[in-house]
């Protein structure tokens, strides 16, 4: 089984490359033959990684390094353990379903092709990210995961706003993702390693610090920043409603199930190094808690189908990364599954809202409980209206951003543009 | 500020509102004209006139045409008639209007447009050889034609500027960036919260002093941050609620604000009210009619959105430009026409006319002006106009012809006596198949089509149903109630089941508000979540086993009372607790709704043992345009009441001894029974069977395969239009294949609707009985010769022309522009507030129809074929305003059939014209199954004979 390990985890890749090869020759796939395949590709990823869910044992398995200078090396290794194989697992069989449910639903739309080759890119993203037995591996994984992720977000390109939210939420990905990329480079200054195995000692879930250092603290609290960016959380937590321009599969998979958790696993992964910081820890749990209380304040007051969805998702985000800041990291995981396989469900089927609320209504014979009254219960008029305000501008968070970054940023460029002119 | 302004302001608003979509909430799907505003101008000013207000397509694009012209759907006679049918006039020595028309059409213009033109010139071919497609003028060479034709051209003007229609357009051509960027996601977030109907966990606070009101006191809050565009809201809106203006008051101080003097107000309200039409028009459809809002009545006034909007625009202008004046004065530049665009085409037009370089220098200034302007008034909209009527021409050959020899020698129909059974269907054009399939199956059976409501215009409350609602077309308001009531020795059954709902409905509230809350979802979603592991899995890779399963334990948990209809009314005047309905229907209502059906469609005497009336509608899932689907005469729900109700009616002894003096007379071993059928699953469900006579379970019995076999026949020729189902199964996997897409949580195409609607018969139905219409014709059983003072066509006219005129119409136009008049592709589509759909999270609510519902029409005019003589129908069609709206300005297009003789005459402005010529066969098959199988695309009218096979 070890073996067949990385190839399970390159299968993805290796059938974009056909797929991209195929494609570049002018090959035009017809639809049946692309899903049948894809259809088969998650079967046999389901089969392989569902075997492994049995397999006892954590291993790694090295495939050498990518390069060598002197006694530095990057290594490339994969690990399989209580925590990546069921990961890597739900990840395939999602991807599976998503496929499926894709091809009916993107039918006859001219970007069919496209979808289904950024349904891959994703899942390969996604492998890699849980199965990296390094941050240098993971990073790989987690940009992929980001590039499919926004090219489906403005999946519908000959419009202007899914462009316009696309470009967002990739300036959101590029900021977040400064704060990985900076970890990794000072673990390579301070400690020559990235890899989990030199970082954390033990096995899943028993794990310890394998490094006690005061620099240890702002790789975590880096890493924490990097994963609430990709879970719309804390400074990154307002671009998860704008991702909802893409097509409902893509929404269901990416932001109802796995991208959106891959933080938490890179947390759940770095926990022990957050945990033996306790400035790391308390910036986790006032992250999470902080995104959890703004984002069900926010979900309360959304009126569309998907962002309330999403308010939610980013809600109970926020308690994955509080209970993983309190180091309930088993837990966590059972949050996380449970999570995503329930979002999933609602986003899939979020065009049903107008026919379930009907039959909700008429079952409940024309009275539903009403809803949100206790807010109207027990606070005074003027603080209601005001944390309605607060809801309905979801937080403050894009006009912040459009106040206090965009607007300074187009003034400087306007006034560096003149100086150009002029200056010519 | 005096009575009269403000009356002027609502006034203006009200008038300005006409351009706004008229779609209500989408839980009740109405098809109608998508340019009703319009409706009184011709079909062919109004599309034109409507493009250039909405920025869309009045045709389908010229290389659409062309391309139906290349597919023989456009012969190059038809070019020639429609050319020929508009008046001619003279450009010079042998080329006059007539031909120069034909020869832009057939073979047509090459594109070019203000973009492409430098390529073509600079890059492409047009300057280096001429056209092969037309014949050569000699050894001319295209420069020497191009300069030849140039030189006569006057130099061209400079560029013009004009006025901006409104802020945005002066904020795009200063600065570059979209005003409605940032007002329209203000608006949208306070509109959508302010209509919502039931989404939002905590409703909209102070909503209930109108969307201004509420959204100045929730925006005049200190602590909150604006985007920089929006710098100031807080003081302006404060500074409103201060002075408690009214929406009125802060309209005008806006619009004087931005320095429009009253008489241009009504320019700027419409383009302010197009910049985001949908939920203007969501707000103007609610104000009007409050009540289709499904949940929650709100105040909705397009004057309180009018005052948020612009106070919006001015707080950005202000910020943006500086000043709410200025924009007023910026001068738009209008593109510089290119010189070489007009040159190009005359150019293009000259080689098809046979021009040389010669010919065009030696034209005297007269006839060159005449040349140019006629080339250039032939522009791209009129010659797609022409090409549309000559796309309907062929359309409208390919219908008449085989219909009318098909009348001379029709398909016999059963003998009275040997009728085993008659189906009353609606008239919808998707009961077309399996009508033919039922009669087909067993020719012993007949059937009819009456409009799905059959008469009952009813407030109908089912037993499951927490209030009535109105199961009629949308013009009609029910005056009588309906309920469905468990029979008395079921009524503990019907209790328990509503104790059980109710239990449930609980039960997945709290589910489905708990999921999404902070503690609550935590523990839900840690503990129950894993559990959606299983929908999720078997919903998509197998969802008719969920489907039956989901069924089954329903049947196990909810008990099914046996139910009959409250209807009847013996107190004259019995009224409902409200007072607002009439209890059921009295006597003489009874007899006058059965009557009206029966007595239309000829139904006078010598029915069958049983008589069966199916109403229908569509089940689907993740479907927001459901009802989209459902019966258009019941108001866009399902018509299976109305059926069960028409058959109970029909049943009682009175009423028939009253139809006797109608000239109606039902044998009285002839037995009604009502039914629904799903266009969708096609199933076919009867009801109260158990009152059936044990001596006719034979015939009903038979009448039961009968429906079975030609469910699956129906559903096996829908399938050949969808390319997921292969083109070799059998009926039994086709009725497979189209319950599966009802059962679908990822089909988006359930079923394709009226999609392929183009012909309204209004006729007897022995004159299309064994003709194969490809789900293509309204079906609508009219007897002439029973009719002598035309009441029942003025009544059948009255209700189908609007009806089947709005269905042609709207998927008319939301097809040739699926994004101006549509509401797009239904991928991204996002349900919201449970009134509309919106593309991503902060869009415009899009209406119209989705392009997965539209994208195999034929864009045609719907055909109405009336069994009647011109001057009856005009006598019918002038009578009443509307009809006449629809046939005078074309919006419908119009022919009689003869009762006496059958031959068929064409209305065309104003005259009726007898149809000549056979070119288009009437091919046969020996049964629709073998005429249509393995093919996709639109067929023919074909006659099937099943006789003739053996």
Not at chain 1, 25 to 36: F, I, K
Not at chain 1, 123 to 140: E, K
Not at chain 2, 815 to 822: I, K, L, P, Q, S
Request: charged share 20%; net charge negative.
């Amino acid at each position: 089984m070890y073996d067949l390990l990385p190839y399970l985890t390159a299968l993805p890749g290796l059938f974009i490359i056909v797929l991209g090869c195929l494609w570049l020759v002018g090959v035009n796939l017809p639809e049946s033959a692309l899903t049948r395949s894809t259809k088969l590709l998650y079967a046999l990823l389901s089969l392989g990684f569902g075997w492994l869910m049995f397999e006892a044992n954590s291993f790694e398995v090295d495939l050498g390094s990518w390069f060598e200078i002197g006694s530095y090396h990057y290594p490339i290794t994969l690990v399989a353990d209580k925590l990546s194989i069921p990961f890597a697992f739900m990840t395939v069989v999602l991807a599976g379903i998503t496929g499926t449910f894709s091809q009916r639903y993107l039918h006859r739309d001219p970007g069919f092709f496209r979808f289904f080759l950024l349904l891959h890119v994703f899942a390969q993203g996604a492998l890699i990210i849980f199965l990296a037995g390094s941050l240098d591996l993971l990073v790989a994984g987690w940009e992929l995961v980001g590039i499919s992720s926004v090219l489906l977000v403005g999946f519908f390109q000959y419009r202007r706003d899914p462009i316009r939210n696309a470009l967002r939420v990739f300036a959101t990905y590029r900021v977040a993702d400064v704060n990985i990329l900076m970890a990794i480079l000072l673990l390579h200054c301070w400690y020559h390693t990235a890899s989990w195995d030199d970082l954390v000692r033990g096995v899943w879930p028993n794990l310890s610090p394998a490094i006690q250092d005061s620099g240890i603290t702002i790789i975590s609290i880096l890493l924490v920043l990097a994963a609430s960016g990709k879970a719309s959380q804390g400074p990154f937590g307002g671009w998860l409603a704008r991702a909802m321009e893409g097509p409902t599969p893509s929404s269901a998979v990416f932001y109802g199930a796995i991208s959106i958790h891959a933080g938490a696993y890179l947390l759940l992964r770095a926990a022990p190094l957050i945990l033996s910081s306790t400035l790391a820890q308390a910036v986790l749990i006032f992250i999470g808690a902080g995104t959890a209380i703004v984002g069900t304040l926010v979900h309360r007051t959304c009126t569309d189908a998907k962002t309330s969805i999403a308010y939610a998702a980013q809600t109970q985000l926020g308690i994955i990364f509080v209970e993983i800041g309190l180091g309930w990291t088993t837990f966590a995981v059972w949050h996380i599954i449970g999570h995503a396989l329930l979002r999933m469900m609602q986003f899939l089927r979020a065009p049903s809202l107008l026919h379930d609320h009907h039959k909700l209504h008429a079952a409940a014979g024309g009275h539903l409980a009403s809803t949100g009254a206790h807010y109207e219960r027990l606070l005074p008029p003027s603080i209601q209206l005001w944390l309605y305000r607060i809801a309905l501008a979801r937080g403050f968070y894009d006009a912040a951003i459009d106040r206090f970054i965009v607007a300074p940023i187009q003034a400087i460029g306007r006034v560096l543009a003149v100086s150009e002119r002029t200056s010519k | 500020m005096s009575a009269t302004t403000s009356n002027h302001l609502q006034h203006l608003l009200d008038h300005a509102a006409h351009y706004l979509p008229a779609q209500g909430p989408i839980g009740v799907f109405i098809h109608h004209n998508t340019l009703h505003a319009f409706q009184s101008k011709t079909f062919e000013e109004a599309v034109t006139e409507a493009a250039s207000i909405y920025h869309t397509e009045p045709y389908m694009a010229e290389a659409a045409y062309q391309a139906e012209l290349k597919a023989d759907r456009i012969l190059p006679d038809d070019i020639r008639v429609v050319v020929e049918s508009e008046p001619n006039s003279s450009i010079c020595k042998g080329l006059d209007r007539h031909r120069l028309r034909q020869v832009m059409l057939l073979p047509g213009v090459r594109s070019i447009d203000a973009s492409t033109v430098a390529w073509h010139l600079e890059e492409g071919d047009w300057l280096t050889k001429f056209r092969s497609d037309v014949p050569s003028t000699g050894d001319d060479k295209p420069t020497t034609l191009w300069k030849a034709i140039e030189s006569r051209l006057p130099q061209p003007s400079g560029s013009q500027s004009y006025k901006p229609a409104r802020p945005a357009d002066a904020v795009l051509s200063l600065n570059g960036e979209l005003l409605d960027e940032i007002v329209n996601p203000a608006l949208i977030r306070l509109a959508g919260a302010f209509l919502d109907q039931g989404v939002a966990y905590w409703p909209m606070p102070l909503r209930e002093l109108g969307l201004y009101a509420a959204s100045r006191k929730i925006l005049s809050h200190k602590r909150a941050i604006f985007p920089a565009h929006l710098t100031g809201a807080f003081e302006v809106f404060l500074d409103q609620e201060r002075r408690a203006l009214s929406a009125e008051q802060a309209l005008r101080e806006q619009l004087s604000e931005l320095g429009v003097s009253e008489d241009e107000w009504d320019g700027l309200i419409t383009a302010e009210l197009l910049g985001l039409p949908g939920w203007a028009g969501m707000i103007h459809k609610l104000e009007n009619e409050p009540n289709l809002a499904p949940h929650e009545t709100v105040p909705a006034s397009l004057m309180d959105y009018m005052a948020l909007r612009l106070t919006f625009t001015v707080i950005a202008l202000r910020n943006m430009l500086g000043d709410t004046k200025s924009w007023r004065t910026t001068p738009l530049a209008k593109p510089s026409e290119d010189h070489r665009l007009i040159t190009a085409q005359l150019f293009d037009a000259a080689q098809l006319a046979g021009l040389s370089s010669t010919r065009i220098t030696s034209l005297t200034a007269d006839e060159f002006r005449s040349f140019r302007d006629e080339v250039l008034g032939f522009d791209n909209i009129q010659r797609r106009r022409l090409l549309h009527l000559a796309y309907e021409r062929r359309h409208e050959r390919r219908i008449l012809i085989p219909l009318q020899k098909h009348r001379v020698d029709p398909e016999s129909a059963p003998a009275s006596d040997q009728l085993a059974a008659q189906v009353i269907f609606c008239i919808d054009e998707r009961e077309e198949s399996i009508r033919r399939a039922l009669e087909e199956v067993d020719p012993q059976i007949e059937t009819h089509g009456a409009a799905g409501f059959f008469g009952c215009a009813m407030d109908y409350t089912g037993i499951d149903d927490a209030h009535g609602v109105s199961l009629c077309p949308v013009v009609v308001t029910p005056a009588h109630q309906v309920v469905e009531v468990p029979a008395p020795e079921h009524a503990e059954v019907h209790e328990k089941r509503q104790l059980l709902r109710r239990a449930w409905a609980k039960l997945a509230h709290w589910d489905h508000v708990s999921s999404r809350s902070l503690v609550r979802g935590w523990v839900t979603s840690t503990i129950l979540g894993f559990f959606s592991a299983f929908p999720l899995i078997i919903r998509i890779l197998r969802p008719l086993a969920w489907a039956k399963l989901h069924e089954r334990l329903v049947k196990l948990m909810l008990p099914e009372p046996k139910t009959e209809l409250s209807f009847l009314r013996e107190d004259a005047e019995a009224r409902n607790a409200e007072g607002t309905l009439l209890a059921g229907f009295s006597t003489t209502e009874k007899i006058d709704r059965v009557a009206a059906v029966l007595g239309t469609a000829g139904m006078l005497r010598g029915h069958a043992r049983i008589v069966c009336v199916l109403g229908h509608g569509s089940t689907s899932w993740n479907n927001p345009h459901e009802s989209a689907h459902d019966c258009g005469a019941c108001g866009g729900r399902r018509g299976g009441p109305n059926a069960r109700l028409f058959a109970a009616m029909a049943n009682r002894p009175e009423v028939r001894e009253g139809l006797k003096s109608r000239g109606i007379f039902i044998p009285e071993d002839t037995w009604f029974i009502g039914g629904y059928h799903d266009t969708c699953s096609d199933e076919v469900e009867l009801s109260d069977l158990d009152l059936v006579p044990a001596s006719h379970a034979g015939i009903l019995e038979r009448l039961r395969n009968s429906l079975d076999k030609a469910r699956a026949l129906s559903a096996h020729e829908r399938a050949r239009r969808f390319e997921m189902a292969a083109s070799d199964i059998d009926p039994e996997e086709g009725l497979k294949h189209v319950q599966e897409r009802a059962a679908h949580l990822a089909e988006p195409r359930p079923e394709y609707g009226h999609c392929t609607n183009a012909v309204c018969i209004v006729g007897r139905r022995k004159f299309t009985r064994g003709l194969f219409f490809d789900r293509r014709a309204f079906l609508v059983s009219y007897d002439p010769t029973v009719d002598p003072d035309d009441g029942a066509l003025g009544r059948v006219l009255g209700a189908v022309i609007p009806v089947c005129g709005g269905i042609s119409l709207e998927y008319y136009f939301s097809f040739v522009d699926n994004e101006g008049y549509g509401c797009g592709t239904k991928l991204p589509h996002n349900v919201t507030g449970l009134i509309g759909v919106m593309n991503g999270f902060q869009g415009d609510l899009r209406t119209g129809l989705p392009l997965q519902m539209v994208e195999i029409h034929e864009p045609v005019r719907i055909l109405f074929v009336i069994e009647t003589t011109p001057a009856r129908l005009m006598k019918v069609i002038k009578a009443n305003p509307e009809l006449n709206e629809f046939v005078s300005n074309r919006w419908i297009r119009v022919s009689t059939m003869d009762p006496d003789d059958g031959h068929i005459e064409v209305y065309r402005d104003g005259i009726f014209e007898r149809l000549e010529g056979d070119e288009e066969p009437l091919p046969t098959a020996p049964s629709s199954i073998q005429f249509y199988q393995g093919k996709m695309e639109h067929l023919p009218v074909a006659r099937i004979i099943p006789s003739r096979a053996a």
